[in-house]
Every structure is written in structure tokens, then in C-alpha cells.
């Protein structure tokens, strides 16, 4: 090897073992390290809410007492633990759980508040979770809703989720929803 490649060598090292971003300790308590390094991910996977049988996942916690009498259902507040699948069949696979609140917040027209931890349990996911706060117009066809956080390989996350019901059944509430969930972490 001559000399120039040697070079060329070591400073590959050199550049691939330093850090690109500068760590700067701004104040005694307070360090700032700028990274441009942003992982953008996708997800599409389908939320199963079962209100009725013997085993639901969605379970009526709360209510008002005019909550009955509401078009809405205003102020009704449900608890889930939805599973998240691959595809629209309940019994394929498994990628995690929705576990949160879900209430009625709208009195004109239905609009859910959701706060939610979507938790995963598939591959390099396994552990790993999103969390999903805000409004859902469930009879509209399409909703957006922010993502806030997360954890694990989605540590910083922010992003949104695009819902889209599959099938809804009314007479039980029982629902499958599409989800597409973009997120920058
Ligand atoms: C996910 O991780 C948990 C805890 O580490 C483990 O028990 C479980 O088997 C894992 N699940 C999958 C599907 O790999
Ligand atoms: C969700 O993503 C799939 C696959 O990219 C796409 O076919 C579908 O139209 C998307 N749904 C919505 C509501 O954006």
C-alpha cells in the first residue's frame, strides 16, 4: 500500500470512529449535543376493538348521567386492551397491544379523545412502544391523529397515524380499524 493509501486508511478510521455531532457542555447542568441523525418508519397494522361476548377488550368505565340520553354518547369513557395484527384477520399475526382510554368528547357529533400506548411485541419492535393522544371522528372514513412519544427503538418519537375503519358493526361497537402510523425518532 503506498504511503497516500495508509492515509486515506487511518482517516477512514479516524472519521468512522469520531462522532459527526459535537457534544457541548453549554452550562454546568446542561449538555447540547447537535445530531441530525432521524429515523423515519412506517407501520400499517389493524386494532381489533371488541365491545361484545364474554371477553371483551374495550370495557365501559365511566359515564355521565346524561350520557344514555346523548347522540353522542358524551362522556362516556371506555378502557382497552386491543390486540394490533398484521392484517384484517383476527387471528393473524400478532404485532402488539393498544392499551389506554378512549372517550366520548364531542356532543355535536362523535368525536373520540384517545390516549393510548401502542406497545409492540413482534421482532426488533418486541418492547418497544408509541403513544397516540388525540381527537378521533370515528364516523368520518379517514382520521389523523398525532403520536407524541415513544419508547425504545422509537425513543423521541413524533409523527401521526392515519386510522381507516375496515368493518364496524353497530349494534356491538365491535370495530377493526386500519392503522398507518409514520414516525421520525
Ligand atoms: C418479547 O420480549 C419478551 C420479554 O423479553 C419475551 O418474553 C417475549 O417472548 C418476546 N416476544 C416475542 C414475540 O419475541
Ligand atoms: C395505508 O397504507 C397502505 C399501504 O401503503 C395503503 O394501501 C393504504 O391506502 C393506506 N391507508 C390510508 C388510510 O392511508
Request: a neutral charge.
Amino acid at each position: 500500500m503506498t504511503k497516500l493509501g495508509v492515509v486515506v486508511v487511518l482517516f477512514s478510521l479516524v472519521a468512522a470512529i469520531l462522532p459527526c455531532a459535537q457534544s457541548l457542555k453549554v452550562e454546568s447542568w446542561a449538555t447540547r449535543l447537535e445530531s441530525r441523525k432521524e429515523t423515519v418508519t412506517s407501520l400499517q397494522f389493524y386494532f381489533h376493538d371488541t365491545l361484545s361476548g364474554k371477553n371483551p377488550s374495550a370495557v365501559r368505565v365511566a359515564q355521565a348521567t346524561d350520557t344514555a340520553k346523548s347522540p353522542t354518547l358524551f362522556g362516556l369513557v371506555m378502557m382497552a386492551d386491543d390486540p394490533l395484527t398484521e392484517t384484517t384477520d383476527p387471528n393473524s399475526k400478532l404485532v402488539g397491544r393498544a392499551q389506554g382510554l378512549y372517550g366520548s368528547a364531542g356532543k355535536q357529533e362523535l368525536g373520540l379523545i384517545m390516549a393510548m400506548n401502542f406497545g409492540f411485541t413482534d421482532g426488533i419492535y418486541n418492547g418497544s412502544c408509541i403513544s397516540l393522544l388525540g381527537r378521533n371522528a370515528g364516523l368520518h372514513p379517514v382520521r389523523e391523529m398525532p403520536i407524541v412519544g415513544g419508547t425504545g427503538l422509537f425513543r423521541l418519537a413524533r409523527g401521526y397515524a392515519i386510522a381507516q375503519t375496515h368493518w364496524f358493526d353497530p349494534p356491538t361497537g365491535d370495530a377493526i380499524v386500519g392503522y398507518n402510523v409514520t414516525v421520525v425518532h
